[in-house]
C-alpha cells in the first residue's frame, strides 16, 4: 500500500467506490424520511437536533473513507475486505436511525459508527507499515481517530447510566465532533496526504447526485402517498417544481470548477470538506421538505400540523443553505467562481421570502416560486458566463 501520484492521468471513481456509496443511500434515506415524519408532524424543532447529529456519523464516516481511498487505494484483497467492513457498519448505522430519532437510542448507530472506525483505522495502520514515506500521518490518523472512538463509547456510556441529562448530550457531541474534525488537520500537520483534486471533486459531485436522488424518492414517495384521493393540479405543480428545484440545485454546484480549485490551492481543502457537511445536510433536508409539501399539495393530511407557511419553510430553508454554504465552501479555493456570491446571496434572500409572500396562495404556488428564482439564478449564471467568455475573444491580443 504506497501512496497514488496526485497527478494521476484519468482518475475517476472504481466501482468499489460506488458500490460502497450504496450503502449511505439507505442510511440517508433513513435520515430523510425520520425528519420528514417530525416536520409533518410539526415537530421539526425536536427531530432537527436528532437528523444533524446522525448526519454528522454519516457524513464523516463517508468523507474518512473517501479521502483515505483517494491516497492508498490499492484494490487488493485486504482494502476490499476491509471496505466490506465499513459498508457492514454503515448498514448497522442505517438500522439505528429510527430509534435514533423516536427514543434518542443512539446504540445501533454508535455500534456501527464502530465498526466503520476499526475498518479504517485498520487501513491507516496498514498504510504505516507499508508506506515509509508517510508513516508518520498515518499513525497519527490512526490513533487520533482511535482515541476519539473510544470517547464516543464512553458517551454512550454515560448516557445508558443516565450521566447527560438537559444540553449535557448536544454539548458532549458537538464537542467530539469538533474533535472529529480536528484529527485530520493534526494528523496532517507536517505532512498532507497524496490525494488527487480530481478524483476528490468527482467523489463529492457524486455524493451530492446521492442526496438528489433521495429527494427525487421522497417527493415519489410523498406522491404515492396521496395518489389514492386523486391527482390533482396542486400536486402536478409540486412534483414538477421539486424537480426543476432540484436540478437547478444540481446545475448551480456543477458550474463550479471544485477540482481546478483543489489543484491549485491544496492547502485549503479542509475549509472546502468540511463546508460541504452543511451543503450535504441541507440536500437532505430538502428531500424531507419536498416530501412533506407533495403530502399536503395532494391530501392536506399536514395542514393542521404546520399549514402552507411551515411546509414552505421546510422547503425553502434548506434551499437558502445550500445557495449560501455553496458560495462560503468554494471562496477559499476559487479565486473566481463561476456562480457570483450576488446571484447566490441575492437567490437565498428571495427563496426565505418566498414563503411569507405566497403562503396565501397554497404550498404548490411557494414551491413553485422557490424553483422559479433557484432557475433564474441558473439562467444569470450561465448568462453571465456566456458574455464574459464573448468579452475575453474579442478583447485585443
Known sequence: MTARAVDEPHRVSTQLELLFDLTFVVAVAGCVAQLGHGVAEGHAT?????????F???WWAWMNFTWFASSYDTDD?????LTLLQMSGVLVLAAGVPSAFDTGDYRAVTIGYLVMRVGLVAQWLRAAREDPESRGTALRYAGGITAVEILWLLRLLLDEVGALTGPAPVVVFLALA???LAVPVWAEHSRSMSWHPHHIAERYALFTIILLGESVLAVSTGIADVLGSGLDGSLVVVAGSGLVLLFALWWLYDLEPSADGLTTRRGRSFLWGYGHYGIFAALAALGAGLEVAARQAGAHDVHDAIGPLGTGYAV????AVFLALLWVSHAPILPRSRVRPSILLGAATLVLLAPVAAARAGVAVIIALVALITAAAVAMTVVHSHTGSQAARAAPR
Open 77 to 81: 484483497v485486504p482494502y476490499r475486505l
Open 46 to 54: 425536536e427531530v432537527i437536533g436528532p437528523f444533524l447529529q446522525v
Open 178 to 180: 469538533v474533535a472529529e
Open 56 to 58: 454528522f456519523a454519516i
Open 316 to 319: 425553502a430553508g434548506p434551499t
